[in-house]
């Protein structure tokens, strides 16, 4: 019997939308300054979660989506707020 690899999500942000999330976020100076810089930056995060041996899923975070559940649930756009809604989002995409 195998063990089930643990799942984890990664926030995950487009190359459009990724200027207008980085001034959202109260918190911008935790996200790279580039869209380039951040890609290389998560890529690097998810292939040593792979070798790991974790399952990793990548959580698009849109900018219209996450300013509203944040201001639906009292947040600040953060990495709290971002870490919180991934595994929201996780969450809802393993009952289906």
Known sequence: MTEAKRKIGLPWYSRNDYAEIRNMMADRHNLAPSYEQWLAAAENNESVGIQ????????????SSFSRW??????????????RYVAESQAKTAKV
């Open 70 to 83: 944040c201001a639906t649930n009292g947040l600040e756009p953060d990495s709290v707020a971002r870490m």
């Open 52 to 63: 790991a041996g974790l399952e990793i899923e990548r959580i698009l975070i849109e900018p």
